[in-house]
Structure formats: structure tokens, C-alpha cells
């Protein structure tokens, strides 16, 4: 019984094991080793070689037998080689994953520890405040403590206690301001005249009557004026002085290479310290939200970092139609030691603020975008302005409120004439046929804002169509191939001719004539 047993299972797992995966793998290696018999190859081609048919056709056909053979063999070897490739380079993968998640399990391990360290810490400086970890930082027992606690000096003094510094100085200084008594009667003109004697008076610095026409123009406009041209004729001097004029400073902001999001103008709220770390910027907007004069803020080299990313949310905010949505989040909570004109975290950005950005064009800056050009008045400053004799001036108490009513007013007596207008519309349609470029409701909205305050300050109308032609729509041409728009430049500057007339749109035809050197 027991004897037949064994044999039973001796032919039956036989049948599998020996016949079966012995006679695969025998069978593979036996396939192998007649693919590589050489002699039995040899052996063939000489019997078959010695017969009387074999020919020269047989010749022909051993060749090519043998280069099919050889040519099999090639790809069974690069097939080979290739699978073992993917094996070793999955094989890597899968061990490189092992490790990152090793190393994320470290960091972690790590995170934990630096967590638990960082709460020992805050628990001793919570401990040096007189407090027990769980009391109230403004000196109330948090829920859920029992115990008795007397209010002591210390608990007193941080019901005082501000994340906001500097704002919370402000509102305490502000309860002793006293406004100056604003010059409600000076014209558009006279504020040129004085700025430029007073530069020159004061501080022996020389501009053209045109670019003060244009800078004071520009504040009708847009928020943002960009001052751009070669180093050293006074594009970061204009606005410094002008706050001087006005007698409030200007804040200068030097704009640094790592400059990337909002923080560097705002700050931001350290979770530490539970304090805000608020910039000089943040402090000359809240103290604009009190008063009623002119606030400027020089951005210095302002595309040494990409404009786009840190003053993003300012040009989104600044474009918006009503002045109710120009609102910033600051933080998303309400503290009650908070400063009086923040409402729930946020602040409502001054209208009384203006941000003039001064450009370099060489190697070490940032080309500016489309996105901020047409958000912006560019004006450039490329040449010294000549000595001339001026008397001694003095500074101006200006209300911003009475430099936007002059600016309407100019927009009622001095609108764009009509048939300005219909020649800009047509110019429009020619753009568009010849470069595929349209002018856009922005920059349509802006000429009708800077032309009639341009002709308030004293310029004439064709002068400012010429400046928003040649800043805000010719500019775009740079952006285009010029080798494939060589022959419709010229056609432009004859159709200038034509329309305007060949003296005006000087500074449009001369910037076209600049392309066609380039060209």
C-alpha cells in the first residue's frame, strides 16, 4: 500500500516537474545551443555545397541565408540588451523612491522634533511674560482654566499689546495732526511753472517744460508712472523732488533681485512673534488713509526683479473701477488692539498714493511686461535739461482732492475733439490690417483721461495723441518681427503724413524711423 503510494506520486509529480518545467528549460537549451552550432552549420553547407545543383544560386541563397541568420541574431541580442536596460533603469526607480520616502519619513521625524522644541520655547517666553501657557495674551484666563488670577501691571500693559507697530504709532500721532491750509486756487500751468523754478531754485536740477507736463499729466491717468531712459538724467530725482515740493517726502522703496510676492511691499504676519512685520510702504499707506495731500512712492529700479510677480496685486487692485474695491488682506483675523482704519484685517488702499517706478533697459534688469506697460503711463527721460534762471520758490500745500478736481474740470473744457477721435479710430483699422495690432478700451480710456489734462497743464492736444500713440500703442511694435513689418513702417510714417499732417506726431515718426535703422 505504502510502496504504491510513493510510485503514485513519483509519476505524478514526474509528469509536471521532470517532463514538464525540465523539459522547457531542456528544450530552451538545447534550442540555444543548436542556434549557436557552428560546426553543424558548417557540416550542412558542406553536404549540400558538394552536389551538382548547388550552383552558383546555391551560393547566392547560402549567402543570403547567412545574413538572415546574422540579422536575426542581432535583434534577438539588441531585444535582450534592451529589456535588461528597462529592468535596471525600473529596478533604480523603485529603489530611488525607497529612499525619498525614507528621507520624507526623516524630515518629518525632524519636523516633529523642531515642533515640539519650538513649543518649549514659546511655553519659557510665555513664562517670562508673567502668563501661564492656556491664559490669554490681553490678560483674561482662557476657557476651561479655573484657577483665580489677578490682573497684574503686566497683564495691563498687554491689553495695549498691537501686531501692527508702526500703524498703531500712527494712530497715536495722528490725534495731534494738523492739516496745512491746502492752496485750493492754483491752476494746472502754475503747478508746473513752480515745480520747475522750484527744482531749479532749490535743488539746481533742470527739466523740460514737456516732461513736467507729462509726470503732473500722468497722475490724471493711472497710479503708475514709470520713469525709463539712461542712467543720470534725473528719473528717480523728478518724483523725489516733487514730494519735497509738495513737502511730503516721498517713500523710496529700493526694489531688490529676490523680490518675488507682496511681502516685500506689505510685510507680513510672523507667527512666531504674533507680530506683523510691517514695511516702510504699509506705514506711508495707512497714514495716506488719514490725510488729504499727495503721498508718492518711488519703486528704484524697478524691474531689477520681475515686476509681475511682487506688485501683481497692486495692479489688479489699482484697475479696479470703483474705488470701495481697493482693498488688501493683511490678516484673517480681527484682533481688538488692531489699528482703527483696518476693517476685518484688510485696508482700503489711499487714493491719495501714487507709485512711480524708475526703469533701466541694460543686462542686469528685467524687461518690462505688456501687462504692466498698459497698466501704466511710461514716460522717457533721456536727456538733461538745459540751464535756465529761475526764482526762488516756494514748496505748495496741495490736497489731492483739489488736483482730481482740476483733472475733471479739464476733461469737460478740454475733451478730445471728435475728429481726433474718428482719425484715431481710422488709425485703429489700419493698425490692425497692417501689424495685427488693436489699441484696446485701456488705452483708448487713458487718452481721454491724460490729453485733456495734458492741455490743462499747457501742451497741446496733437502733442498728447502723439505721446499716447508713440508710449501706449507703437511701443508694441518691439514685440513684433521686424524683418516681416520692414516695408509697412514706412507705410505707417506716410500715412501720419497724410492724416496729422508732416509737423505733428514728431516723437511717433521719429520712434518709427528708429525701428527702421533696426531693421
Known amino acids: 500500500m505504502g510502496a504504491s503510494i510513493i510510485r503514485f506520486l513519483e509519476d505524478f509529480l514526474a509528469q509536471f516537474f521532470v517532463k514538464g518545467v525540465w523539459g522547457i528549460i531542456k528544450g530552451i537549451g538545447l534550442g540555444i545551443a543548436n542556434i549557436f552550432n557552428i560546426p553543424k552549420y558548417i557540416e550542412i553547407f558542406k553536404a549540400w555545397s558538394s552536389t551538382p545543383e548547388f550552383g552558383v544560386g546555391g551560393w547566392v541563397l547560402a549567402i543570403l541565408s547567412i545574413i538572415v541568420i546574422l540579422a536575426v541574431l542581432g535583434i534577438l541580442i539588441w531585444l535582450f540588451v534592451l529589456l535588461l536596460r528597462k529592468y535596471v533603469r525600473f529596478r533604480k526607480t523603485v529603489v530611488d523612491q525607497e529612499e525619498l520616502l525614507n528621507e520624507v519619513a526623516s524630515l518629518n521625524r525632524e519636523v516633529i522634533k523642531l515642533s515640539t522644541e519650538k513649543e518649549k520655547i514659546l511655553a519659557m517666553k510665555v513664562s517670562q511674560l508673567g502668563l501661564r501657557p492656556g491664559d490669554d495674551p490681553y490678560g483674561a484666563i482662557t476657557e476651561g482654566d479655573g484657577d483665580d488670577h489677578d490682573e497684574t501691571d503686566e497683564d495691563r ?7 501692527f507697530y508702526k500703524l498703531t504709532q500712527v494712530d497715536l500721532e495722528i490725534e495731534n495732526y494738523i492739516p496745512p491750509d491746502y492752496n485750493n486756487e492754483i491752476t494746472l500751468p502754475e503747478i508746473c511753472d513752480m515745480f520747475r523754478n522750484f527744482a531749479c531754485s532749490r535743488m539746481g536740477l533742470y527739466y523740460e517744460e514737456r516732461v513736467i507736463r507729462l509726470f503732473v499729466s500722468a497722475f490724471a491717468t493711472t497710479r503708475l508712472i514709470l520713469l525709463q531712459g539712461i542712467s543720470g538724467t534725473g528719473k528717480t530725482s523728478l518724483p523725489y523732488e516733487f514730494g519735497k515740493f509738495l513737502r511730503n517726502d516721498a517713500t523710496i522703496c ?17 507667527e512666531f512673534t504674533k507680530r506683523f512685520n510691517e514695511t516702510e510702504l504699509l506705514k506711508k499707506m495707512y497714514e495716506a488713509t488719514y490725510k488729504d495731500e499727495i503721498f508718492l512712492t518711488i519703486m528704484d529700479e524697478m524691474n531689477i526683479a520681475r515686476v509681475e510677480y511682487y506688485f501683481a496685486e497692486l495692479l489688479s487692485i489699482l484697475e479696479m473701477p470703483s474705488r470701495d474695491e481697493w ?36 543686462d542686469s534688469t528685467f524687461a518690462v511686461t505688456d501687462k504692466v506697460y498698459d497698466r501704466a503711463i511710461p514716460i522717457d527721460i533721456n536727456t538733461k535739461g538745459k540751464h535756465f534762471d529761475a526764482p526762488w520758490t516756494d514748496h505748495l500745500a496741495l490736497s489731492y482732492k483739489h488736483l482730481e478736481s482740476m483733472f475733471q474740470e479739464c476733461k ?13 479710430a481710422e488709425l485703429d483699422d489700419y493698425v490692425i490690417e497692417h501689424f495685427r495690432l488693436a489699441f484696446g478700451n485701456r488705452i483708448v480710456k487713458q487718452l481721454e483721461d491724460f490729453i485733456p489734462a495734458y492741455v490743462g497743464c499747457g501742451g497741446t492736444e496733437i502733442d ?7 508710449h501706449k500703442i507703437l511701443r508694441k511694435f518691439e514685440a513684433l518681427n521686424l524683418s516681416f513689418i520692414r516695408d509697412e513702417v514706412g507705410g505707417l510714417i506716410t500715412y501720419l503724413n497724410k492724416h496729422f499732417g508732416k509737423s505733428n506726431m514728431k516723437e511717433s515718426k521719429e520712434y518709427l524711423e528708429r525701428l527702421q535703422k533696426l531693421i
Not at 500693559?157 to 501686531?163: G, L, Q
Open 157 to 163: 500693559m498687554d491689553e495695549d499689546y498691537s501686531r
Open 254 to 270: 529700493s526694489v531688490q533681485p529676490s523680490w518675488r510676492d507682496r511681502t516685500e511691499l506689505f510685510g507680513y504676519f510672523n
Open 327 to 362: 482693498v488688501v488682506s493683511l490678516v484673517p483675523s480681527v484682533w481688538p488692539t488692531d489699528p482703527k482704519n483696518l476693517f476685518d484685517g484688510k485696508l482700503r488702499l489711499p487714493e491719495n498714493m501714487w507709485y512711480i517706478g524708475t526703469i533701466n533697459i541694460d
Open 412 to 424: 469737460v473744457k478740454h475733451k478730445v475733439s471728435e475728429e481726433n477721435l474718428r482719425k484715431l
Open 464 to 470: 498728447g495723441l502723439d505721446f499716447i500713440l508713440c
